[in-house]
């Protein structure tokens, strides 16, 4: 994690109508950036009446959701990527919010090299052992560039849908106050029960699974 030094400021902003393949549609006001600082293409959703949810020091509901191109765009079952966005879409839009997409692919280690842990993967190791073997980080997202966003918006205290412990962490360190932490839904296939299985006893992220008990 880096220490956020500079203010980011937005760049643009533009509403953009979204349907996702189960027909679920909202519209967003998708805001983009300068100064973030790791200099990646981040985007911030502003879903619902996002402008109340912050208004006299509210606490919008925000997911800093990880870019993933196998889950996201192409419905891949190995992770539970894709139906985590289709959640946080409908969820924050009902209570109005953020729905942060970060450019970091792979638990941070890029697009290619997570395709070389799944293969990994194949030979038995788990989503971590696998980014180790490689040389990488278990997880080297830096949540630096959310909190900067975030504090551009002025989203300086939120509700943070995630079901991981890390992103609560690194956001209270970087000055964002996360004032309730709720948990994802459960979104488990017979191709991803053992990725959510290294994720619970791994790095204690809050899914009930049955298996992980």
């Excluded at 030094?5 to 109508?17: D, E, F, L, Q, S």
């Excluded at 100064?35 to 996002?50: F, M, P, Q, T």
């Excluded at 966003?149 to 996360?178: C, F, H, W, Y």
């Amino acid at each position: 994690m880096t220490v956020m030094t500079t203010a980011a400021r937005i760049r643009t902003r533009v509403t953009v109508p979204l349907r996702f393949p189960d027909g679920y549609a909202t519209t967003a006001e998708v805001f983009t950036f300068h100064g973030l600082s790791d200099g990646r293409e981040h985007l911030a959703l502003g879903l619902g009446d996002w402008r109340a949810a912050i208004a006299g020091g509210g606490a919008p509901l925000v997911r800093p959701h990880s870019e993933c191109l196998t889950g996201d765009v192409f419905g891949s079952e190995r992770c539970d990527c894709g139906p985590q966005l289709r959640e946080a879409a409908e969820r924050i839009s009902e209570t109005g919010g953020f729905l942060l997409y970060l450019r970091q692919e792979g638990r941070g280690i890029g697009l290619y090299a997570k395709l070389d842990a799944y293969a990994l993967q194949d030979t038995g190791l788990d989503t971590y052992q696998a980014n180790l073997a490689l040389g990488h980080g278990e997880d080297e997202r830096d949540y630096t560039p959310a909190a900067q966003m975030l504090t551009a918006l002025g989203a300086g205290r939120i509700r943070l849908l995630s079901n991981n412990p890390d992103k609560a962490a690194q956001l209270d360190a970087l000055g964002v106050e996360v004032a309730d932490r709720i948990p994802t839904a459960v979104h488990l296939s017979q191709a991803n029960a053992r990725y959510l299985s290294a994720k619970v006893a791994h790095t204690h992220h809050t899914i009930d699974l049955p298996l992980a008990g």
